[in-house]
């Protein structure tokens, strides 16, 4: 099981750390990763972190301004923002892949969280 939390609102330029607790399984046996959907559009790549911890992997529109880490001591992955803009905002979702040979792409992750919001405001 996967959950989120941390989202909000903050302003543009502003930053915000977004959090996704595994229970079960411990999370160092899963690449992680983090997807946005914003309203009305489909679901985005964000960031994914490979099980070494060092290895990642950034979408162009966050790229240089977000930043994924994970500490498996507390099962936990997280997503640094910064720079935030208001297309920034979206539902932000956390999931988990046993092994994928896409990180970017969604279907290859088994496991999602419920999402958290996470509003920009201009």
């Known amino acids: 099981q996967l959950v989120e939390s941390g989202g909000g609102l903050v302003q543009a330029g502003g930053s915000l750390k977004v959090s996704c607790a595994a229970s079960?399984?411990?999370?160092?046996?899963?690449?992680m990763g983090w997807f946005r959907q914003a309203p009305g559009k489909g679901r985005e790549f964000v960031s994914a972190?490979?099980?070494?911890?060092?290895?990642?992997l950034y979408g162009d529109s966050v790229k240089g301004r977000f930043t994924i880490f994970r500490d498996d001591a507390k099962n936990t992955v997280y997503l640094h923002m910064d720079s935030l803009k208001p297309e920034d905002t979206a539902v932000y979702y956390c999931?988990?892949?046993?092994?994928?040979?896409?990180?970017?792409?969604?279907?290859?992750?088994?496991?999602w969280g419920q999402g958290t919001l996470v509003t920009v405001s201009s």
């Open positions: 999931a988990a892949a046993s092994w994928a040979s896409h990180l970017y792409n969604g279907n290859e992750y088994e496991y």
């Open positions: 079960g399984r411990t999370s160092s046996t899963y690449v």
């Open positions: 972190i490979l099980r070494d911890g060092i290895r990642s």
